[in-house]
Each structure stands twice: as C-alpha cells, then as structure tokens.
C-alpha cells in the first residue's frame, strides 16, 4: 500500500486538481463555455510540418478558422497582454497557445510565456495545440511547466491516408517528403500522446473531417485515441484555405460533421461548441474580444512567420 506522499498519491491528487481545472474550461466542458474564457497568446510563428489544408499567411487551421491572421508577439509582450487582459476580462480561466503556427515548433517562446504568466498566476489553467511532431521530446517539459490540457491534431493513423493530407514534415534537421514523413508524425504522436495522458495530462484530439480521404477512417482513429485515455475528441470541417494545396476541396458539411459525431460519441465524449477561434482569441468562445486588445506596441511585437 502506498503511504501518503508516495509518488501514486501525489499523481492522483494532481489528476484530481486536473479535473477540477477540466470544468473551469471552455473547450473542454460544455457547462463552462459560456461561463469561463480562455485568453490565445500567438508567440508561436513557426511549424515543423506541411498540411495541404493550410495556408500559412493565416492561424493554424488545425485549431482556427482560415482567412484570419494574427500579430505575433514575444513573451514578454504576450506576458504584458495577459496582465491586461485579466484585469478587464472577469472569467478568464485559460491561457493557451495556439499558433499561429506550431506550439511545439517554437517551444522557447511557448515555455517562456507559460513560464513568465504561471509564476503570478497559478490558478490559470495552461493550454497548448500541436500537431504532436516533438510531442516525445516535450511531453515532460508540458508536465513540468504546469501545462494541463494539451490539443494535438490526429488526421489519421495510416501513412497512406495521410500522404494525401500533408505534404512533408521537418524533423530534426531533415525533410521527409510523403508517407516517410507521415509515418514519423504518427508514430510521434502515438507516442506523445501515451507520455501525457499517462500522468494525467487531459489531452483532446482534433480532427479535420476531409471527404473521400479520411472520412471513413475516422472512428478508427477515435478508436485508438480512446486506447491512448485521450478526454475529448474535435471532429471539425475542413474549411477550405484560399491558396492552400486544398482551396478548390468541397467543404465538409456540418451534416456529415454531426453524424460522424453521433456514430464516434459511443467511444469517446464529442466536443460539438468549437468556434474554430484564431491565434488570439480572447473572451468566452462565442465571444471573441481580440480586437480590444490588438497589441500596438511593436518593440515587442515580432512580424515574421516561417515554415
Ligand atoms: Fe485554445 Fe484550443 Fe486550448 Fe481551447 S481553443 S488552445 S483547447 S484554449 Fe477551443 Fe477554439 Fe475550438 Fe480550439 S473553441 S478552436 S477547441
Ligand atoms: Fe498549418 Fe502547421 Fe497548423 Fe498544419 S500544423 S495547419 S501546417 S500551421
């Protein structure tokens, strides 16, 4: 029997505080949607892969709308943004980084802004999006910074599928092009994921729904996600992004959308309430008060997004 303190008693009131955050957040509890806001920090410029529904001039489509793009700023603007934010928005409850490109691409910069908010606020609730490419490497720093509620976009688990969804990836200092490079990103993120969800980080799965290319492979997918103890998944549509490989590709329907929902809600719980919000949303999910907040400081702005 382990005594109080012992390493399993700490984990299970860490995963018992966890929980306790889960219901405070926006995207991941329905009831807390239009209670609590989340406040997106875009520090995130750079991504390490290549997804044909992507247009890079806007937000990772993974966790945004296309044809919105977003200032980009450093940590120590992004920490000043976030003081005013808290002052004026009452229910803020989360702090997430969202891109515009990859949380994990540009992990100094997402590790420094957690670090630098956390330190005065550890009541927030940190919240992070990636593509899931350098989950492995990262998983533990995620746990460590505090980090509880990671987003990663699984499209699919088999490399052929895949090949028709990303061009290429950049991974460790090389290119792989095709079926080569979509078999490092699933394998990583298989093996991202299993490293979180195993202490008791709540991890939701986003998944763009593209007709004809892994449509039918979807509940396979939330199949395995469930094996893996992920909290939620995202089925979202595709949106086609204008000068993206996909721009001309039909959109998915919110028909088809919501019965893939319904037959996938048997294995896993379905998150129907996402606003596909941009880079730097601020305020309740429905809500978006961006605007109010665009930063004009452009000492500490950084304009400049690559690959
Ligand atoms: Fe942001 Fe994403 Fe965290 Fe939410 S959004 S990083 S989990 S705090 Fe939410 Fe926006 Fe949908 Fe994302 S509504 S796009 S699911
Ligand atoms: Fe674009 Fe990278 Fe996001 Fe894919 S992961 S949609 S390439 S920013």
């Known amino acids: 029997m382990d ?56 937000d990772c489509v993974n966790e945004s709308r296309p044809g919105v793009t977003s200032e980009i700023l450093t940590p ?18 989360v702090v997430g980084i969202a891109g ?15 670090g630098l908010i956390r330190k005065e606020n550890p009541q927030i609730v940190f919240c992070l999006s990636t593509n899931g490419l350098l989950l492995p490497e990262y998983a533990q720093e995620i746990v460590e910074l505090g980090v509880t509620h990671v987003t990663v976009t699984v499209n699919c688990l088999d490399p052929a599928i895949g090949a028709k969804i990303y061009k290429h990836i950049h991974y460790k200092g090389r290119h792989y092009g095709g079926e080569a490079g979509v078999k490092i990103l699933i394998e990583n993120q298989l093996a991202g ?5 195993s202490q008791g980080i709540i991890v939701k799965i986003n998944i763009v729904m593209l007709k004809g ?9 939330v199949k395995k996600m469930k094996e893996l103890g992920i909290y939620i998944t995202n089925i979202m549509p595709l949106i086609p992004a204008p000068g993206s490989v996909f721009e001309n590709f039909p959109q ?8 893939m929902r319904n037959s996938c809600e048997l294995d896993v719980m379905q998150m129907r309430h996402c606003k596909q919000c941009r880079a730097d949303a601020i305020g309740l999910l429905g809500e978006d008060r961006s605007q109010e ?10 304009f400049q997004r690559v690959m």
């Open 76 to 93: 120590q603007a992004a920490k000043k943004k976030f003081d005013r934010v808290s002052e004026k928005v009452g229910e803020l409850s």
């Open 193 to 197: 994921i299993q490293k979180l969800t």
């Open 252 to 259: 998915t329907t919110m028909k088809d959308v919501n019965e």
């Open 213 to 221: 290319i892994n449509d039918h492979h979807i509940p396979e997918v």
């Open 100 to 114: 515009p490109g990859d949380a994990l691409a540009d992990w100094e910069n997402t590790r420094q802004t957690i």
């Open 293 to 302: 907040f665009r930063d004009h400081d452009e000492s500490l702005t950084v």
């Open 3 to 58: 005594c109080p303190g012992s390493t399993s008693d700490t984990k299970m009131q860490t995963t018992a505080a966890i929980l306790e955050k889960t219901q405070k957040h926006p995207c991941y509890s329905f009831d807390a949607h239009q209670k609590f806001a989340r406040m997106h920090l875009p520090v995130a410029p750079y991504c390490n892969i290549s997804c044909n529904y992507c247009n890079r001039k806007f």
